[in-house]
T-cell receptor
Framework: AQSVSQHNHHVILSEAASLELGCNYS??????LFWYVQYPGQHLQLLLK??????LVKGIKGFEAEFIKSKFSFNLRKPSVQWSDTAEYFC????????????FGTGTLLAVQP | DVKVTQSSRYLVKRTGEKVFLECVQD?????MFWYRQDPGLGLRLIYF???????EKGDIPEGYSVSREKKERFSLILESASTNQTSMYLC????????????FGSGTRLTVV
C-alpha cells in the first residue's frame, strides 16, 4: 500500500538552529509532493509543493524541500528557524492517477525555543 | 482564494446522537474529502467524493456516511456518535487536475460525551 513516513515525530530546536524534517514515500510512479503546516489553532496551509522540474523547491517563510527520486524522499529544510515556526508539519504525496487522493504522513511537531 | 468553510468550529454531542458536519467550497471543485486528525496518527481519509452523488470510502469509513447532493457541499454524517469519534474533522477540496493540492477548511473539533 502507498504510504508516507515522517521519521521525526517531535523535534525541539533553539532559535537560529537549522531544520531538516525527513519524509519518505512508497510509490513507484509519478508523484506530486507537498508539505503542509498547521500553526497552533489554525488550519492546514500549503508550505510548498513539487510537481516537476527543479527538484529543489522553495516555499513560504524561507522553507525549501528537495525531491530525491532515487531515495523516494522529500525532506523539508530551513537554515535558521524562528519561534514562529513552532507548528506541526505534514508531508503528503499525491500519486499519479485519477483519484486525487492525498496520502499524509503522521506529522512532525516542531517546537522552537526562544 | 478558494474557500472551504466548515459550519462549526466546535461541537459537543452525546453518545448515540446522529451528527452532521457540513462543508462548503466556493470554487467549483469536483473533488471533496473528509479526514480526521488525531495526535500521532496524522490525517486519515474517511470518505471522498469526485462528483455530485458520487462517493467512495477512504481508509476509515466505519461509523460514518456522507452526502453530496450539490457540487459545493459535502456532508459527513456520524450515524450514532461514539466516544472514539472524538476528533478533529477536516474537509478539503481539489480541482480534478490535482495541480495545486488541497484547500482545507479550518476544521471541526468534535467531542462526544
Amino acid at each position: 500500500a502507498q504510504s508516507v513516513s515522517q521519521h521525526n515525530h517531535h523535534v525541539i530546536l533553539s532559535e537560529a538552529a537549522s531544520l531538516e524534517l525527513g519524509c519518505n514515500y512508497s510509490y513507484g510512479g509519478t508523484v506530486n509532493l507537498f508539505w503542509y503546516v498547521q500553526y497552533p489553532g489554525q488550519h492546514l496551509q500549503l508550505l510548498l509543493k513539487y510537481f516537476s522540474g527543479d527538484p529543489l523547491v522553495k516555499g513560504i517563510k524561507g522553507f525549501e524541500a528537495e525531491f530525491i527520486k532515487s531515495k523516494f524522499s522529500f525532506n523539508l529544510r530551513k537554515p535558521s528557524v524562528q519561534w514562529s515556526d513552532t507548528a506541526e508539519y505534514f508531508c503528503a504525496v499525491l500519486p499519479g492517477g485519477a483519484t486525487n487522493k492525498l496520502i499524509f504522513g503522521t506529522g512532525t511537531l516542531l517546537a522552537v525555543q526562544p | 482564494d478558494v474557500k472551504v468553510t466548515q459550519s462549526s468550529r466546535y461541537l459537543v454531542k452525546r453518545t448515540g446522537e446522529k451528527v452532521f458536519l457540513e462543508c462548503v467550497q466556493d470554487m467549483d471543485h469536483e473533488n471533496m474529502f473528509w479526514y480526521r486528525q488525531d495526535p500521532g496518527l496524522g490525517l486519515r481519509l474517511i470518505y471522498f467524493s469526485y462528483d455530485v452523488k458520487m462517493k467512495e470510502k477512504g481508509d476509515i469509513p466505519e461509523g460514518y456516511s456522507v452526502s453530496r447532493e450539490k457540487k459545493e457541499r459535502f456532508s459527513l454524517i456520524l450515524e450514532s456518535a461514539s466516544t472514539n469519534q472524538t476528533s478533529m474533522y477536516l474537509c478539503a477540496s481539489i480541482t480534478s487536475g490535482g495541480g495545486y493540492g488541497y484547500t482545507f477548511g479550518s476544521g471541526t473539533r468534535l467531542t462526544v460525551v
